[in-house]
Protein backbone atom coordinates (compact mmCIF):
# COMPACT_ATOMS: atom_id res chain seq x y z
CA UNK A 1 0.00 0.00 0.00
CA UNK A 2 2.95 2.11 0.86
CA UNK A 3 4.74 1.68 -1.81
CA UNK A 4 1.59 2.65 -4.07
CA UNK A 5 0.44 5.41 -2.06
CA UNK A 6 4.27 7.36 -2.17
CA UNK A 7 4.37 7.80 -5.79
CA UNK A 8 0.32 9.19 -5.63
CA UNK A 9 1.24 11.63 -3.10
CA UNK A 10 4.67 13.03 -5.41
CA UNK A 11 2.24 12.75 -8.29
CA UNK A 12 -0.49 14.94 -6.71
CA UNK A 13 2.34 17.16 -5.04
CA UNK A 14 3.75 17.92 -7.99
CA UNK A 15 0.62 18.58 -10.46
CA UNK A 16 -0.50 21.16 -7.52
CA UNK A 17 3.51 22.59 -7.55
CA UNK A 18 2.91 23.01 -11.42
CA UNK A 19 -0.71 24.68 -11.10
CA UNK A 20 1.26 27.53 -8.63
CA UNK A 21 4.12 27.65 -10.97
CA UNK A 22 1.51 28.54 -13.64
CA UNK A 23 -0.51 30.84 -12.18
CA UNK A 24 2.41 32.62 -10.58
CA UNK A 25 3.85 32.69 -13.42
CA UNK A 26 0.89 34.39 -15.15
CA UNK A 27 0.54 36.91 -12.35
CA UNK A 28 4.18 38.21 -13.24
CA UNK A 29 3.29 38.36 -16.97
CA UNK A 30 -0.09 40.36 -16.10
CA UNK A 31 1.76 42.55 -13.84
CA UNK A 32 4.93 43.28 -15.93
CA UNK A 33 2.45 43.79 -18.45
CA UNK A 34 0.52 46.21 -16.53
CA UNK A 35 3.82 47.90 -15.34
CA UNK A 36 4.44 48.43 -18.83
CA UNK A 37 1.45 50.01 -19.65
CA UNK A 38 1.37 52.40 -16.95
CA UNK A 39 5.47 53.37 -18.05
CA UNK A 40 4.13 54.02 -21.81
CA UNK A 41 0.80 55.78 -20.48
CA UNK A 42 3.42 58.10 -18.40
CA UNK A 43 5.64 58.45 -20.96
CA UNK A 44 2.91 59.50 -23.34
CA UNK A 45 1.51 61.85 -21.38
CA UNK A 46 4.89 63.27 -20.22
CA UNK A 47 5.64 63.97 -24.60
CA UNK A 48 1.88 65.00 -24.63
CA UNK A 49 2.72 68.24 -21.92
CA UNK A 50 5.90 69.07 -23.59
CA UNK A 51 4.28 69.53 -26.96
CA UNK A 52 1.17 71.48 -25.50
CA UNK A 53 3.49 74.09 -23.45
CA UNK A 54 6.62 74.46 -25.31
CA UNK A 55 4.97 76.55 -28.12
CA UNK A 56 4.50 79.30 -24.99
CA UNK A 57 8.12 78.89 -23.86
CA UNK A 58 10.41 81.70 -25.53
CA UNK A 59 13.91 82.62 -25.54
CA UNK A 60 14.66 85.73 -23.88
CA UNK A 61 18.29 87.60 -25.29
CA UNK A 62 20.00 90.94 -23.90
CA UNK A 63 23.50 91.98 -24.77
CA UNK A 64 23.94 90.94 -21.20
CA UNK A 65 22.85 86.70 -21.57
CA UNK A 66 20.08 84.50 -22.20
CA UNK A 67 17.46 83.40 -20.48
CA UNK A 68 13.35 82.12 -20.64
CA UNK A 69 9.99 83.71 -21.04
CA UNK A 70 6.60 82.38 -20.84
CA UNK A 71 3.40 83.85 -22.96
CA UNK A 72 1.25 85.60 -21.10
CA UNK A 73 -1.55 86.69 -22.62
CA UNK A 74 -2.67 86.84 -27.11
CA UNK A 75 -1.53 90.04 -26.84
CA UNK A 76 2.30 89.20 -27.12
CA UNK A 77 2.91 89.98 -23.20
CA UNK A 78 5.67 87.54 -21.75
CA UNK A 79 5.86 87.41 -18.27
CA UNK A 80 9.95 86.28 -16.75
CA UNK A 81 11.95 87.05 -14.07
CA UNK A 82 13.40 90.63 -13.58
CA UNK A 83 17.30 89.24 -13.13
CA UNK A 84 17.05 87.89 -17.11
CA UNK A 85 15.25 91.32 -18.04
CA UNK A 86 18.18 92.96 -15.51
CA UNK A 87 18.83 96.78 -16.88
CA UNK A 88 17.78 96.32 -20.80
CA UNK A 89 15.00 97.61 -22.08
CA UNK A 90 14.54 95.82 -25.83
CA UNK A 91 15.07 92.18 -26.42
CA UNK A 92 15.47 89.43 -28.97
CA UNK A 93 13.22 86.53 -28.31
CA UNK A 94 13.14 83.59 -29.85
CA UNK A 95 10.12 81.16 -30.07
CA UNK A 96 10.29 77.23 -29.84
CA UNK A 97 10.26 77.04 -33.58
CA UNK A 98 13.38 79.64 -34.14
CA UNK A 99 10.79 82.57 -35.61
CA UNK A 100 12.69 85.76 -34.09
CA UNK A 101 10.83 89.22 -32.89
CA UNK A 102 12.05 92.14 -31.17
CA UNK A 103 10.86 92.85 -27.38
CA UNK A 104 10.26 95.93 -25.56
CA UNK A 105 10.25 96.06 -21.29
CA UNK A 106 6.49 96.98 -20.05
CA UNK A 107 7.43 96.71 -16.66
CA UNK A 108 8.96 95.05 -13.71
CA UNK A 109 8.87 94.47 -9.83
CA UNK A 110 12.32 93.26 -8.68
CA UNK A 111 11.01 91.97 -5.41
CA UNK A 112 9.40 89.24 -6.64
CA UNK A 113 11.72 88.77 -9.46
CA UNK A 114 8.94 89.27 -11.70
CA UNK A 115 9.22 91.17 -15.23
CA UNK A 116 6.87 91.74 -18.32
CA UNK A 117 8.18 92.16 -22.07
CA UNK A 118 5.94 92.52 -25.28
CA UNK A 119 6.61 91.90 -28.57
CA UNK A 120 4.29 92.91 -31.90
CA UNK A 121 2.91 91.33 -34.77
CA UNK A 122 3.69 87.55 -33.33
CA UNK A 123 0.81 85.25 -33.44
CA UNK A 124 2.23 83.13 -29.91
CA UNK A 125 0.39 81.17 -28.55
CA UNK A 126 -0.56 81.79 -24.23
CA UNK A 127 0.40 79.59 -21.91
CA UNK A 128 -2.61 78.09 -19.18
CA UNK A 129 -1.33 78.43 -15.45
CA UNK A 130 -2.83 76.62 -12.71
CA UNK A 131 -3.80 77.48 -8.99
CA UNK A 132 -0.55 76.83 -6.61
CA UNK A 133 -2.35 77.01 -3.64
CA UNK A 134 -3.77 73.39 -4.54
CA UNK A 135 -0.36 72.22 -5.71
CA UNK A 136 0.97 68.93 -3.39
CA UNK A 137 4.17 67.80 -2.33
CA UNK A 138 5.10 65.02 -4.68
CA UNK A 139 2.87 66.02 -7.87
CA UNK A 140 4.72 65.61 -10.81
CA UNK A 141 6.52 68.72 -12.30
CA UNK A 142 8.32 69.46 -15.48
CA UNK A 143 11.13 72.30 -16.07
CA UNK A 144 10.74 73.50 -19.80
CA UNK A 145 13.39 76.38 -21.01
CA UNK A 146 16.32 77.23 -22.19
CA UNK A 147 19.48 76.28 -20.25
CA UNK A 148 22.95 77.47 -21.32
CA UNK A 149 21.13 78.29 -24.45
CA UNK A 150 19.84 74.82 -25.14
CA UNK A 151 16.63 75.83 -26.43
CA UNK A 152 12.93 74.27 -25.45
CA UNK A 153 15.06 71.74 -23.39
CA UNK A 154 12.89 69.83 -20.74
CA UNK A 155 13.47 68.05 -17.43
CA UNK A 156 11.14 66.13 -15.17
CA UNK A 157 11.02 65.98 -11.19
CA UNK A 158 8.43 66.10 -8.40
CA UNK A 159 7.38 69.00 -6.69
CA UNK A 160 9.69 68.35 -3.44
CA UNK A 161 8.04 71.21 -0.92
CA UNK A 162 6.01 74.30 -0.71
CA UNK A 163 6.09 77.31 0.89
CA UNK A 164 9.73 78.07 0.79
CA UNK A 165 10.88 81.46 1.49
CA UNK A 166 14.62 81.84 -0.11
CA UNK A 167 16.94 84.50 -0.62
CA UNK A 168 18.53 85.15 -3.94
CA UNK A 169 21.45 86.76 -1.97
CA UNK A 170 20.51 89.95 -4.18
CA UNK A 171 18.35 91.45 -1.57
CA UNK A 172 15.27 89.45 -2.75
CA UNK A 173 13.47 87.17 -1.38
CA UNK A 174 11.59 84.48 -3.14
CA UNK A 175 7.98 84.18 -1.22
CA UNK A 176 6.17 80.86 -0.61
CA UNK A 177 8.60 79.40 -3.25
CA UNK A 178 8.31 76.50 -4.52
CA UNK A 179 10.37 73.56 -4.19
CA UNK A 180 11.35 70.70 -7.16
CA UNK A 181 13.80 68.11 -7.71
CA UNK A 182 13.44 69.32 -11.51
CA UNK A 183 16.51 70.39 -13.13
CA UNK A 184 17.25 73.84 -13.21
CA UNK A 185 20.21 75.64 -14.46
CA UNK A 186 21.43 79.15 -16.32
CA UNK A 187 18.85 80.11 -19.29
CA UNK A 188 15.86 77.80 -17.31
CA UNK A 189 15.19 81.29 -15.51
CA UNK A 190 11.88 83.42 -16.85
CA UNK A 191 10.77 79.74 -18.23
CA UNK A 192 7.81 77.15 -17.05
CA UNK A 193 7.54 74.84 -14.44
CA UNK A 194 4.20 72.89 -15.58
CA UNK A 195 2.21 69.32 -13.53
CA UNK A 196 1.02 67.09 -15.67
CA UNK A 197 -2.02 68.31 -16.71
CA UNK A 198 0.25 70.84 -19.12
CA UNK A 199 -0.66 73.75 -16.69
CA UNK A 200 2.23 76.50 -15.35
CA UNK A 201 2.50 75.82 -11.38
CA UNK A 202 5.49 78.48 -11.19
CA UNK A 203 8.33 79.66 -13.14
CA UNK A 204 11.57 78.54 -12.36
CA UNK A 205 13.67 81.50 -10.86
CA UNK A 206 16.67 79.76 -8.45
CA UNK A 207 19.02 76.97 -8.16
CA UNK A 208 20.19 76.01 -4.55
CA UNK A 209 24.10 76.11 -4.05
CA UNK A 210 25.99 73.65 -2.05
CA UNK A 211 27.96 75.19 0.42
CA UNK A 212 30.22 72.50 0.60
CA UNK A 213 30.81 72.29 -3.02
CA UNK A 214 30.64 75.48 -3.92
CA UNK A 215 28.34 74.50 -6.77
CA UNK A 216 24.58 73.87 -7.34
CA UNK A 217 23.02 71.62 -5.33
CA UNK A 218 21.56 68.36 -7.23
CA UNK A 219 18.15 68.41 -7.09
CA UNK A 220 16.91 71.49 -5.25
CA UNK A 221 15.34 74.23 -7.55
CA UNK A 222 13.12 76.93 -6.53
CA UNK A 223 10.14 78.23 -8.76
CA UNK A 224 7.89 81.83 -8.36
CA UNK A 225 4.20 80.08 -7.55
CA UNK A 226 2.15 80.65 -10.17
CA UNK A 227 -0.75 82.62 -8.39
CA UNK A 228 1.76 85.44 -7.62
CA UNK A 229 3.20 85.36 -11.35
CA UNK A 230 -0.36 85.55 -12.61
CA UNK A 231 -1.32 88.47 -9.85
CA UNK A 232 1.84 90.15 -10.20
CA UNK A 233 2.19 90.00 -14.17
CA UNK A 234 -1.25 91.21 -14.49
CA UNK A 235 -0.76 94.41 -12.57
CA UNK A 236 2.39 94.93 -15.08
CA UNK A 237 0.17 94.67 -17.85
CA UNK A 238 -2.32 96.97 -16.57
CA UNK A 239 -0.67 99.54 -15.00
CA UNK A 240 2.95 99.33 -16.38
CA UNK A 241 4.14 98.88 -12.11
CA UNK A 242 2.16 96.89 -9.55
CA UNK A 243 -0.56 98.41 -6.96
CA UNK A 244 -0.93 95.35 -4.64
CA UNK A 245 1.67 93.61 -3.97
CA UNK A 246 1.10 91.47 -1.34
CA UNK A 247 4.46 91.78 0.35
CA UNK A 248 4.95 92.85 4.22
CA UNK A 249 7.20 95.78 4.12
CA UNK A 250 8.86 97.76 6.82
CA UNK A 251 10.59 100.31 5.63
CA UNK A 252 13.95 100.10 6.00
CA UNK A 253 17.15 99.69 4.30
CA UNK A 254 19.44 97.75 6.41
CA UNK A 255 23.39 96.53 6.22
CA UNK A 256 25.26 93.64 8.27
CA UNK A 257 27.41 93.72 11.10
CA UNK A 258 27.99 89.65 12.23
CA UNK A 259 25.39 90.22 15.15
CA UNK A 260 22.41 91.05 13.53
CA UNK A 261 20.85 93.54 10.50
CA UNK A 262 22.30 97.67 10.81
CA UNK A 263 18.88 99.90 10.37
CA UNK A 264 20.98 102.78 7.38
CA UNK A 265 17.44 104.20 6.20
CA UNK A 266 13.95 104.56 7.62
CA UNK A 267 11.58 105.58 5.43
CA UNK A 268 9.09 108.45 6.08
CA UNK A 269 5.83 107.42 7.44
CA UNK A 270 6.92 103.34 7.41
CA UNK A 271 6.31 100.90 9.88
CA UNK A 272 9.72 101.40 11.28
CA UNK A 273 9.44 104.90 11.75
CA UNK A 274 5.79 104.94 13.53
CA UNK A 275 7.52 102.16 15.52
CA UNK A 276 10.08 104.16 16.53
CA UNK A 277 13.07 102.50 15.11
CA UNK A 278 16.20 104.77 14.09
CA UNK A 279 19.32 105.00 11.72
CA UNK A 280 22.02 103.16 13.99
CA UNK A 281 19.70 100.74 15.59
CA UNK A 282 20.40 96.87 14.87
CA UNK A 283 18.06 94.61 14.76
CA UNK A 284 18.60 90.81 15.87
CA UNK A 285 15.20 88.96 15.54
CA UNK A 286 11.93 89.31 15.10
CA UNK A 287 9.59 87.17 16.74
CA UNK A 288 12.71 85.47 18.62
CA UNK A 289 13.86 84.16 14.81
CA UNK A 290 17.42 85.50 14.38
CA UNK A 291 17.95 87.81 11.93
CA UNK A 292 21.85 87.79 11.28
CA UNK A 293 21.93 88.90 7.38
CA UNK A 294 19.96 91.00 5.54
CA UNK A 295 18.66 87.52 3.62
CA UNK A 296 17.65 86.46 7.06
CA UNK A 297 15.94 89.76 7.55
CA UNK A 298 13.78 89.15 4.42
CA UNK A 299 13.41 85.56 4.67
CA UNK A 300 11.58 85.85 8.01
CA UNK A 301 9.59 88.80 7.40
CA UNK A 302 8.27 87.17 3.84
CA UNK A 303 6.45 84.51 6.16
CA UNK A 304 4.59 87.37 7.06
CA UNK A 305 1.10 89.35 5.05
CA UNK A 306 0.51 92.95 5.54
CA UNK A 307 -0.94 94.43 8.31
CA UNK A 308 0.58 91.45 11.05
CA UNK A 309 2.31 92.56 13.79
CA UNK A 310 5.61 91.69 15.00
CA UNK A 311 8.13 92.00 17.68
CA UNK A 312 11.92 92.88 16.94
CA UNK A 313 14.29 92.57 19.48
CA UNK A 314 16.39 95.89 18.68
CA UNK A 315 19.82 97.31 20.03
CA UNK A 316 20.18 100.82 19.92
CA UNK A 317 23.34 103.20 19.56
CA UNK A 318 23.43 103.92 23.55
CA UNK A 319 23.77 99.92 23.94
CA UNK A 320 20.19 99.05 25.43
CA UNK A 321 18.19 96.39 24.16
CA UNK A 322 14.82 96.62 23.35
CA UNK A 323 11.66 94.50 22.33
CA UNK A 324 9.24 96.98 19.56
CA UNK A 325 6.45 96.00 17.78
CA UNK A 326 5.74 97.12 14.64
CA UNK A 327 3.06 96.63 12.26
CA UNK A 328 3.99 95.48 8.79
CA UNK A 329 2.86 97.98 5.43
CA UNK A 330 2.42 96.42 1.97
CA UNK A 331 5.31 96.48 -0.41
CA UNK A 332 5.21 99.40 -2.62
CA UNK A 333 4.67 98.57 -6.39
CA UNK A 334 6.40 101.60 -7.47
Known amino acids: MNR?????????????????????????????????????????AF?????QVSPSVVQIQTSEGLGSGIVFDTKGDIVTNAHVVGSATTFVVT???????????????????????????????????ADSSKLRVGELAMAIGNPLGLQSSVTQGIVSALG?????????VLQNAIQTSAAINPGNSGGALVNIGAKV?????????????????????????????TSIASQL???GHVVNSGRPYLGVRVGETGNGVYIGTVYPGGPAARAGLKV?????????KATTTS?????????????????????????????VKATLGEYPGT
Not at 103 to 125: E, N, Q, T, W, Y
Request: charged share 15%; net charge positive.
Open 4 to 44: IRLPLAIIVISACVALLVGFASGRATSTTHASNTTGVALQN
Open 47 to 51: VSVYR
Open 95 to 129: TSTGKQYKGSLVGKFDADDLAVIKVSGAKLRPASF
Open 164 to 172: RQEPEGNGV
Open 201 to 229: IGIPTLAAADPQLGGAASGIGFAIPSNTV
Open 237 to 239: VKF
Open 280 to 288: GDVIQSVDG
Open 295 to 323: DELGSVLAAYKPGQTVTLKVVHQSGSTDL
